[in-house]
């Protein structure tokens, strides 16, 4: 018998369940070169297994790119650790200025995944039914505006402030510098904001836009 075959007879590899073996499987291929073109065979050949063991254990390639994109993503917050935001810790505005640059690395490392999967909407509506794979389900939006939160309780910012909003904004600040880049083809290591920008944004969401109140 051939290991291929070996391979897929087999209930388990390297201590991991057949379906988590071929999640695994493509979550590297992702991790390696995107989603792209990315196809059952590739992926089967990477599980070494034989093309149709995957839909024995998935309803298709569609829901078994949206795990290993689901794993990807938690693999990549995994080796950046956690929001480098702690209340009443540092000032507000160097904290912001940590979650911003580590928002825009989280982007920049699974953002490019994404964007090779705009041809394939199914996959990216599956991804999105299930829980969202940072901050442990609870998203970055809503990390972010819990960090602000527990400032603003700590009474660090104002009493008015709306944490919500802030946290939209840097996460809309992250998609706009990396996702349109990704989209005209630039490498992801390519991708940066100056600091200027960041402290810019940061002046910004500390102070507000509206004109100074006069006497």
């Given at each position: 018998?051939?290991?291929?075959?070996?391979?897929?007879?087999?209930?388990?590899?390297?201590?991991?369940?057949?379906?988590?073996?071929?999640?695994?499987?493509?979550?590297?291929?992702?991790?390696?070169?995107?989603?792209?073109?990315?196809?059952?065979?590739?992926?089967?050949?990477?599980?070494?297994?034989?093309?149709?063991?995957?839909?024995?254990?998935?309803?298709?390639?569609?829901?078994?790119?949206?795990?290993?994109?689901?794993?990807?993503?938690?693999?990549?917050?995994?080796?950046?650790?956690?929001?480098?935001a702690?209340?009443?810790?540092?000032?507000?505005?160097?904290?912001?200025?940590?979650?911003?640059?580590?928002?825009?690395?989280?982007?920049?490392?699974?953002?490019?995944?994404?964007?090779?999967?705009?041809?394939?909407?199914?996959?990216?509506?599956?991804?999105?039914?299930?829980?969202?794979?940072?901050?442990?389900?609870?998203?970055?939006?809503?990390?972010?505006?819990?960090?602000?939160?527990a400032?603003?309780?700590?009474?660090?910012?104002?009493?008015?402030?709306?944490?919500?909003?802030?946290?939209?904004?840097?996460?809309?600040?992250?998609?706009?510098?990396?996702?349109?880049?990704?989209?005209?083809?630039?490498?992801?290591?390519?991708?940066?904001?100056?600091p200027?920008?960041?402290?810019?944004?940061?002046?910004?969401?500390?102070?507000?836009?509206?004109?100074?109140?006069?006497?």
């Amino acid at each position: 018998m051939s290991p291929r075959k070996a391979a897929a007879l087999r209930d388990g590899v390297d201590g991991l369940s057949l379906r988590e073996h071929l999640i695994a499987s493509a979550e590297r291929l992702i991790a390696r070169r995107g989603t792209a073109g990315l196809t059952v065979r590739d992926i089967a050949r990477e599980a070494r297994v034989a093309d149709g063991v995957l839909y024995n254990h998935f309803e298709g390639k569609e829901e078994l790119l949206a795990l290993a994109l689901h794993a990807h993503v938690r693999t990549v917050e995994r080796e950046l650790g956690e929001l480098p935001a702690r209340p009443g810790e540092g000032t507000v505005a160097e904290n912001l200025r940590a979650s911003i640059a580590y928002g825009l690395a989280l982007h920049v490392a699974f953002l490019p995944a994404f964007a090779g999967l705009l041809p394939q909407p199914e996959v990216l509506a599956r991804f999105a039914a299930l829980p969202n794979p940072l901050g442990g389900g609870r998203g970055l939006p809503k990390l972010l505006s819990d960090y602000l939160y527990a400032e603003r309780d700590l009474g660090r910012l104002s009493p008015d402030a709306d944490p919500e909003a802030a946290a939209t904004m840097i996460v809309g600040v992250c998609h706009e510098l990396v996702l349109p880049r990704l989209l005209q083809g630039a490498p992801p290591d390519a991708i940066e904001a100056s600091p200027g920008r960041i402290d810019a944004l940061v002046a910004t969401i500390m102070n507000g836009i509206a004109p100074a109140a006069t006497a």
